[in-house]
């Protein structure tokens, strides 16, 4: 089993910014793909971005290029979200999940709250 843990969500003002880590344990071995998800009320969960560890081959939503940027510390076992130019309609809960790039994404953190408000 691999275990996620979040942590940096919070309030921000449009404009702001934000970074959001992912701290992995357990079965490390068993993942070589991690990302982000988002959902903000009323919608379906979104993939942020991702992050492949094999190549290091990144992804991300139209919606957050150029603002976001998803990077990995594998000594650390974490990978972080750094978000910049923060606005209102990024406001959501922010998932870190993690797996296989033939699996899918098997692991899911709890969820951090991401709020973008003046």
């Known amino acids: 089993q691999v275990q996620l843990v979040e942590s940096g969500g919070g309030l921000a003002q449009p404009g702001g910014s934000l970074r959001l880590s992912c701290a992995a344990s357990?079965?490390?071995?068993?993942?070589?793909?991690m990302g982000w998800y988002r959902q903000a009320p009323g919608n379906q969960r979104e993939l942020v971005a991702n992050?492949?560890?094999?190549?290091?081959?990144?992804n991300y939503a139209d919606s957050v290029k150029g603002r976001f940027t998803i990077s990995g510390d594998n000594a650390k076992n974490t990978w972080y979200l750094q978000m910049n130019s923060l606005k209102p309609e990024d406001t959501a809960v922010y998932y870190c999940a993690a797996g296989t790039n033939v699996a899918g994404y098997q692991y899911w953190g709890q969820g951090t709250q991401v709020t973008v408000s003046s």
């Open positions: 992050i492949r560890s094999t190549d290091g081959n990144v």
């Open positions: 357990g079965d490390i071995y068993r993942i070589n793909l």
